[in-house]
Nanobody, 121 residues
């Protein structure tokens, strides 16, 4: 599966942003889809994931309340909407697929190339 992430950019603190993840082949083949992020000098961390059917969503503790993951049907694009962005949200955001929405770096099957989000204070 080849993933394509888009929607990153430079924003101000307090702004909102939506990232999208799609496949070049048009199907996620039954996989869960998630988002990770990696700030400069830090390890990549899990942000959120959604099951293939879209009925289950899971968030890292820091993401609860400001981040929302959604998808357009079982093979549609997956979105990560972020409200009230903070400078500490600055990172490269990666979408990923895996067999389960309980994702860790080790369980990811495919990674997208990442999209940079920069939040200025």
């Amino acid at each position: 599966v080849q993933l394509q992430a888009s929607g990153g950019g430079s924003v101000q603190a307090g702004d909102s942003l939506s990232l999208s993840c799609a496949t070049s082949g048009g199907t996620f083949s039954g996989d869960a889809v998630g988002w990770f992020r990696q700030a400069a000098g830090k390890e990549r961390e899990f942000v959120a994931a959604i099951s293939w059917t879209g009925t289950g969503t899971y968030y890292a503790d820091f993401a609860k309340g400001r981040f929302t993951i959604s998808r357009d049907g079982v093979n549609g694009a997956v979105y990560l909407h972020v409200n009230s962005l903070k400078p500490e949200d600055t990172a490269v955001y990666f979408c990923a697929t895996g067999p389960s929405p309980f994702m860790t770096i080790r369980t990811v099957s495919s990674w997208g190339p990442g999209t940079l989000v920069t939040v200025s204070s």
